[in-house]
T-cell receptor, first 113, second 115 residues
Framework: DAKTTQPTSMDCAEGRAANLPCNHS???????VYWYRQIHSQGPQYIIH???NNETNEMASLIITEDRKSSTLILPHATLRDTAVYYC??????????????FGSGTQLTVLP | DAGVIQSPRHEVTEMGQEVTLRCKPI?????LFWYRQTMMRGLELLIY????????DSGMPEDRFSAKMPNASFSTLKIQPSEPRDSAVYFC?????????????FGSGTQLSVL
């Protein structure tokens, strides 16, 4: 699996957009980018995933660069409840095993009032 | 849907005792995963099941750990005998399928403290 690099921590003002970067320069053509988050004392929560096109759902948007070597998770209007550790994960698609959903250290996002 | 349900929420036990953690996956999900989270090692996959059958248990740390899934709605993770280094948060997760659009649904976890 491709390795990912994320900043250790980030701050964001409440109501502003939070842009969380992820570098995955060794990503392969069949690997997807997944984002999960973990709020304190809770289990991880799926946010979004994509292959090469930008994706949007009710929680966030995922922007993947054309060369697919990096991506950005965007929370359009961050709230205090978005304070969490955000994990960027790269793994293969249907041929991959569950073991390949490997959680790294993630980015601690703190939304400030 | 109630989501993935784990019990107990907290468990405190003494070294050498047997510990049993329980998980009820989301109805209709055919994959079940057990993870362990510590400050030092982060989230680690211990074992996962498909249709109640263990598929990959290579993450189970040693023979003291065992997991079962007797039916589609229940799984247990047992540690016998427990040791202080087993102290961690144990998460159960379930999913429809581990395909490209895989989404894991996690429970709230069991905080285990072995004294």
């Amino acid at each position: 699996d491709a390795k990912t690099t994320q900043p250790t921590s980030m701050d964001c003002a409440e109501g502003r957009a939070a842009n969380l970067p992820c570098n995955h320069s060794t990503i392969s053509g069949n690997e997807y980018v997944y984002w999960y988050r973990q709020i304190h004392s809770q289990g991880p929560q799926y946010i979004i995933h994509g292959l090469k096109n930008n994706e949007t759902n009710e929680m966030a948007s995922l922007i993947i660069t054309e060369d697919r070597k990096s991506s950005t998770l965007i929370l359009p209007h961050a709230t205090l409840r978005d304070t969490a550790v955000y994990y960027c994960i790269v793994r293969v698609g249907s041929s991959g095993s569950a073991r390949q959903l490997t959680f790294g250290s993630g980015t601690q996002l703190t939304v400030l009032p | 849907d109630a989501g993935v349900i784990q019990s107990p929420r907290h468990e405190v036990t003494e070294m050498g005792q047997e510990v049993t953690l329980r998980c009820k996956p989301i109805s209709g999900h055919d994959y079940l995963f057990w993870y362990r989270q510590t400050m030092m090692r982060g989230l680690e996959l211990l074992i996962y099941f498909n249709n109640n059958v263990p598929i990959d248990d290579s993450g189970m740390p040693e023979d003291r750990f065992s997991a079962k899934m007797p039916n589609a709605s229940f799984s247990t993770l047992k540690i016998q005998p427990s040791e202080p280094r087993d102290s961690a948060v144990y998460f159960c997760a379930s999913s429809f399928f581990p395909r490209a659009n895989e989404k894991l649904f996690f429970g709230s976890g069991t905080q285990l403290s072995v004294l």
